[in-house]
């Protein structure tokens, strides 16, 4: 079972996911210390779905980001490029419109999303900037980008905490929880490596969007970021 390397070549990212997507909601939950629902509620919240409101939930996984959306009303489309976990989604979520896609190359028409929305996903993409630009291109004008992703803790002192739990527990912790601890290892280089709050900010914008901004939860370990298309 393979593990993907910090280049984020996709044919490793998604074969990778492909082999922990049974169990991948159970140890995500183990390994956020039960804090993962509670940062999809505020997602959730950030959105704000109605009935009536078209949104396309990237990296959907499984569909456990999709599924409050739907329950609100909105038309969404979990979308994904794991073949593994959308397997895994259909089986758990059957009533959900899981479909192929890769956020690079996106199979969906200019302007037709009222809200783009990603979880714990753009950091995969081997190419954040296009992957933005894409999310831009389907997304109505007036309409938002909603991204929940790991980020810089706020607070210096709880930041190298985190820093080493997640290089040093998280993987022990994957060992004994995951079919492929190897995956694990990966995702804590990647959440490590990742811009902190204010360098994704400069990203989004760079991309296009305006009026953007962010909500820190768990003291920052998790940034909500949110942006306009003009």
Do not use: C
């Not at 959308?86 to 089986?91: M, S, V």
């Not at 079919?179 to 400069?202: F, G, H, M, V």
Request: aromatic share 8%; net charge positive.
């Amino acid at each position: 079972m393979s593990r993907a390397n910090m280049d984020k070549n996709p044919d490793e990212v998604a074969a990778m996911f492909d082999g922990v997507a049974k169990r991948y909601d159970l140890v995500n939950d183990l390994l956020s210390l039960g804090q993962t629902k509670a940062w999809r509620r505020a997602t959730t919240a950030i959105i704000a779905p109605k009935a009536g409101m078209k949104i396309l939930d990237l990296a959907a996984g499984t569909g456990s980001s999709s599924e409050p959306l739907a329950a609100a009303g909105a038309d969404v489309i979990p979308a994904d490029f794991s073949e593994g976990m959308l397997a895994a989604g259909r089986k758990a979520r059957p009533h959900l419109p899981f479909t192929f896609a890769d956020a690079l190359n996106l199979p969906f028409a200019d302007g037709e999303f009222d809200v783009v929305t990603i979880s714990f996903g753009l950091r995969n993409t081997s190419d954040v900037d296009k992957a933005l630009g894409e999310a831009l291109r389907v997304t109505k004008k007036g309409g938002r980008i909603v991204i929940a992703e790991f980020s810089s803790p706020t607070w210096a002192p709880f930041r190298k905490l985190y820093t080493n739990y997640l290089m040093r527990s998280l993987p022990a912790i994957a060992k004994k929880t995951s079919s492929n601890p190897d995956a694990y290892i990966y995702l804590a280089e990647s959440i490590r490596a990742w811009p902190n709050q204010k360098a994704l900010a400069a990203k989004i914008e760079a991309a296009g969007w305006s009026q953007v901004g962010w909500q820190n939860l768990t003291f920052g370990v998790v940034a909500v970021h949110r942006g306009v298309k003009g």
